[in-house]
């Protein structure tokens, strides 16, 4: 590499880049730089000299003691500590922790030397974190970075003094001392203003120069503040020229600010002693912080300071923050809570949405009124509760209820499971609802569910006549009661056969369907669905349906008509007379069928004896013969010959005197069972079920 045509000094320089290079660290690089620059301007002179001189300058230079140093955490470094401080495995320096009312130094071992030929000026870069008990909590009470004559501070106090000064020490100027304190407690007796703040102090707690913590942003071109107790790591420079002393911080992720937070000029060299030691002092009092230093870099010369490798710095832990904790873990109950309360509204909702689920279909939107809906019917009755069971059959059950005005109400619940002709059925329902007569069951309106047709009707206190008539346990209606019911379902009935146009079939009538009300008045009602009974789940409005023994033998053939109605009336006269149902198989064979019975007494001249043994003594011989014989006569076999419903309340009312016949006119006692075995035919021979009453609603013909 050394080439014999270069000239001297040229060797000499590449011996020493040679020389540089195997040399140099980092640290030493400056000193070859310097070096170099010396050796160019030696180079000037003789060259000889310059060799020697920079080799001594070299020896000098290593032997003089250390202007500077840098820890990138504190891991190797050796300081004196005392108090709470301590260095922390991971290198950060831990100046206090959160005991009360104490302090901690952190010294570099060497004295720097501000004596008079040397200059005085220094630079310091560190990085620091207060980290208070609970974030965004008051913490305490802060740090300083010191510059004192004496590592031993052991005569300083906590609190306001801060590990630096004590009460005698106030004021005075023999303490050689200079501060920089990162205060986070306001001290009024110091007049300090702010209570964080960052201060000059000399020999003095009180500073001789603050301010608020903030950064001049080179970028922003303005100063922001910064929370010294963010718990975050904050950058301070303290530099030194020999005449002004500028402060500067910065969040860590922030470049040195063009602009100083404190610049004052102090002349040290009245202040500092001879040996000086630089470090850290920091105490707590009754507030209490986490205090570190996470690195430190310093130098007696502006050009020399390293810059700190922040990248290698270890964090300061932050508190576990109990209060966001708290939070979290309130948020998260909340928002469980929130769910839980969602997942039972829903759970209720769905429970409740089923529980008084519907069948609603836009068909029913004219039925409006009609309409009830499942949950009011649902509390009326109590949650359909057994208490409030006052009737169940084959078809279903009956409620009763109380509406919320105090109206009483029977409900009746039909399963069906055919929707096919429910429409019409429903129409029918709601005509029914619309006829008014003081001798019918007023129908209220109807509720739809899956499977299930509720039917509303007023509730009748006193029953249904059957059970005064067959049931034993009930006093027996008298004979002027009887005639009275018999007027009443004549007139209900004709008032349906010639009141709304079309007519209106009852098609089911029987003592079960014949209700009493409060003053015993009689009610054709129960406006149960005999269709509910058909098997076929045939709802259509031909379905031949009734009651066996009620039912006029020309059903099959021609269908119904109000004379069918009448037939059924006719029976009805009969049951309520006799006081038996029209077919019983249990009495004697030719008792089985009521009017055939009835027309064979007649025959044999004893009419009278068909009556019901429960009678009693108390009715008049003509008016029971009458009625027996209007039985007969509207139980004709052939249609035509059965009086229209006008002329049968005329006979009942003695009006009219009945027209002459007698046991041979043809068709009276025609009694044709309707075929039991036809199975066309939807009845229940003589049940105690109730039966139900069918309306039909005619196209017109029928009256
Ligand atoms: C205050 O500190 C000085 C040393 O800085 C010490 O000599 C003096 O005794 C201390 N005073 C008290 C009251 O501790
Ligand atoms: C201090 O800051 C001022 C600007 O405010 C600057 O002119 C001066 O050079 C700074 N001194 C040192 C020692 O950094
Ligand atoms: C920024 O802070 C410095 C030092 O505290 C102050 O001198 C200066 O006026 C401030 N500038 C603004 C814009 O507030
Ligand atoms: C600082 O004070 C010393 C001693 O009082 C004095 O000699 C020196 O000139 C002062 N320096 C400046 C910059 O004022
Ligand atoms: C019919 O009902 C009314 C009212 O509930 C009652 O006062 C009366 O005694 C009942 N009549 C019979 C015969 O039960």
Redo the contacts with the bound molecule.
Sequence with gaps: MLSLTTSYPEVMVDLVLQLQRLLVTKEKKKYFMKFRLSLSVAMAFRLHLVLIFSCINLICLSSQQETRFVYNGFDQADLFVDGLAKILPGGLLQLTNTTELQTGHAFFKQPFDFGPPESLSFYTHFVCALVPPKLGADGGHGIAFVVSPSMNLS??YSTQYLGIF????NGTSS?YLLAIELDTVKTIEFNELEKAHVGIDVNNPISVESARPSYFSNALGKNISINLLSGEPIQVWVDYDGALLNVSLAPIEIQKPNRPLLSRAINLSEIFQDKMFVGFAAATGILTSNQYILGWSFSRSKELLQTLDLSKLTQAPLPRDERNNLSYVLIGLVILLVILILIVLGGLYWYRKNKYAEVREPWEKEYGPHRHSYKSLYEATNGFGEDGLVGKGGFGEVYKGTMPQGKQIAVKRLSHDAEQGMEQFVAEVVTMGSLQHRNLVPLLGYCRRKGELLLVSEYMPNGSLDQYLFNHQNPPPSWFQRISILKDIASGLNYMHTGPNPAVLHRDIKASNVMLDSEFNGRLGDFGMARFHDPRGNLSATAVVGTIGYMAPELITTGTSTKTDVYAFGAFILEVTCGRRPVEPELPVERHYLVKWVLECWKQASLLETRDPRLGGEFLSEEVEMVLKLGLLCTNGAPESRPAMGQVMQYLSRDLPLPEFSPDTPGIGAFMPVSMETSSIIGVPNSSIPMFVTHTILGGHGR
């Design positions: 005569h300083a004590n009460s005698s020490t303490s």
